[in-house]
C-alpha cells in the first residue's frame, strides 16, 4: 500500500496538507459527513475533516464539557486548545447528534479563553433529521446559507459550472472507493481492514485531485498483486465513528481480518454518488441527506438494518463487532437493536463500549476480541 494513505491517516496535518497551506490556499474543517465536500471544492478551499485522533488528555475538553459525554467531540475541543488545528482556515460545526452540536458552543466559549483558537470562519450548519420532501427543501436552504457565507468571508465565487467540476472529481472517487470495497470482500482480499482503514481516512483529509491518482494506482497494484490473505475469521466493524487504525490492527491480530464497515469514518464516507445531471444544489442535499446509515436519522432503522445484513453477506462475514463510544446514545442503543436482529439472523455479534481516543483498554479489548474469535471457532465446528 502507498504510505502516503497511511501517512494521512496518522497525522493531522499531513504533508499534502501542509504543501496545500504552503501554496497559500485555504483549510476548512468540518465534523460531519452530511457536510458537502464539493462546495468547498469548487471554492478551490480544501474540505478536512476535523478528528479528534492524537489527543492525549482531556483537560481542556472536561473543562467545558464535563464528563457524563462523549470523548470524541471532547478530544476534538482538547487539540483546538492545544493549537493543533492552527492550520485551519474555518470550521463548520454540525449537530450530528447532541455532545457535537455543543462543540460548536464549548469551542466558542473556549475561544473567549484561550487566544488564537478560533478559526476566522466558525459556521453552524444545521441538518434534518429526516428525509422527506420538506427536509429536502430547508437543507438546500442550508447549503445555500453556507455557500453565500464561503463566498463571502473568503471573497469568491462559487459557480454552477465548479460545482458540477467537483460533483464530477468526487463521484470518481466514490465510484474507485465502491469498487475497493468490492475487493476488499473477496474470498482471499490483497489487502487488510488497517490498510483499507488509512486508505479511506486519507480521503478525508487529501485534495481530491491527487487522492484519486492515489487510489487508482492502488487498485491497479491490487489487482495485480499475487499475495492474498486466506484462512482468517472475517470481520465487519460498525458503529461509533471510529478513525484509529490500531482499533482495527487490534481486531485483526493475526487471526481475523476486517473485509467491511460500516462507519462514518469509513465506507459510510463514500457510498452513493451525487446526480450529475440534476439542478447541483439540490443534487447535493439529496445525495447528503439520503444517507440514512447514521442513526441519526429518524424512522429509518429497518432499512440501515437490511443495509448492514445485505454487507454481511456479500462480504461472508463470520460475526460482526459492534463498537460505540461511551455515552454515545445514538449508536449505544442503535447497536442494542442490531445484536438482537444480527443474533436472531444466525450472524454472531460482539458488543464493545469504549472511550474514543487512545486504546488504554487494549488488554480488555484484545480479550473479548479473542472470546470472539473462539466462539465463532467453536460455532463452525459445531456446524
Not at 165 to 194: H, Q, V
Not at 348 to 358: A, N
Request: glycine letters at 10%.
Amino acid at each position: 500500500m502507498n504510505k502516503a494513505f497511511m501517512e494521512a491517516a496518522l497525522t493531522l496535518n499531513n504533508s499534502y496538507v501542509r504543501e496545500w497551506k504552503g501554496a497559500g490556499n485555504k483549510i476548512v474543517g468540518y465534523t460531519c459527513s452530511y457536510v458537502p465536500d464539493e462546495l468547498f471544492s469548487a471554492a478551490g478551499i480544501l474540505p478536512y475533516r476535523i478528528r479528534g485522533f492524537g489527543a492525549t488528555e482531556a483537560t481542556i475538553g472536561d473543562t467545558y464539557f464535563g464528563p457524563f459525554i462523549c470523548s470524541l467531540p471532547k478530544a476534538m475541543l482538547q487539540l483546538a486548545g492545544e493549537g493543533k488545528f492552527d492550520f485551519l482556515d474555518g470550521a463548520i460545526i454540525t449537530p450530528g447528534c447532541d455532545s457535537m452540536r455543543r462543540l460548536d458552543e464549548c469551542w466558542r466559549k473556549a475561544g473567549e479563553d484561550i487566544a488564537g483558537i478560533m478559526p476566522k470562519f466558525f459556521f453552524h450548519f444545521g441538518v434534518p433529521h429526516k428525509y422527506t420532501d420538506y427536509s429536502v427543501k430547508w437543507f438546500i436552504d442550508e447549503i445555500l446559507r453556507l455557500k453565500s457565507a464561503i463566498e463571502e468571508h473568503f471573497g469568491t465565487t462559487i459557480t454552477e459550472e465548479k460545482i458540477r467540476e467537483s460533483i464530477r472529481l468526487f463521484n470518481k472517487s466514490r465510484d474507485l472507493l465502491e469498487e475497493f470495497d468490492r475487493l476488499r470482500i473477496t474470498d482471499a482480499p490483497a489487502i487488510t481492514g488497517t490498510e483499507a482503514m488509512a486508505v479511506i481516512l486519507a480521503g478525508t483529509t487529501m485534495p481530491r485531485a491527487p487522492y484519486v491518482e492515489l487510489l487508482e494506482k492502488l487498485l491497479n497494484g491490487i489487482k495485480k498483486s499475487g499475495t492474498r490473505i486466506s484462512g482468517m475469521t472475517r470481520l465487519m466493524l460498525v458503529g461509533s465513528a471510529s478513525d484509529d487504525v490500531n482499533l482495527v490492527k487490534l481486531i485483526e491480530g493475526n487471526r481475523a481480518i476486517v473485509v467491511g464497515d460500516n462507519l462514518c469514518f469509513g465506507s459510510r464516507f463514500h457510498v452513493d454518488r451525487v446526480d450529475e445531471d440534476g439542478e447541483p444544489i439540490e443534487s447535493l442535499a439529496r445525495r447528503y441527506l439520503a444517507k440514512n446509515e447514521c442513526p441519526r436519522m429518524y424512522g429509518e432503522y429497518a432499512g440501515r438494518l437490511k443495509m448492514l445484513m445485505d454487507k454481511a453477506d456479500k462480504a461472508k462475514v463470520d460475526g460482526v463487532i459492534l463498537q460505540n463510544i461511551r455515552f454515545c446514545d445514538l449508536h449505544g442503543s442503535e447497536n442494542g437493536l442490531f445484536e438482537r436482529d444480527l443474533e436472531r439472523a444466525g450472524i454472531p455479534c460482539l458488543k464493545i463500549e469504549r472511550e474514543y481516543g487512545p486504546l488504554v483498554e487494549t488488554g480488555r479489548l484484545k480479550m473479548r476480541v479473542d472470546a470472539f474469535l473462539e466462539r465463532i471457532g467453536q460455532r463452525r465446528q459445531t456446524a
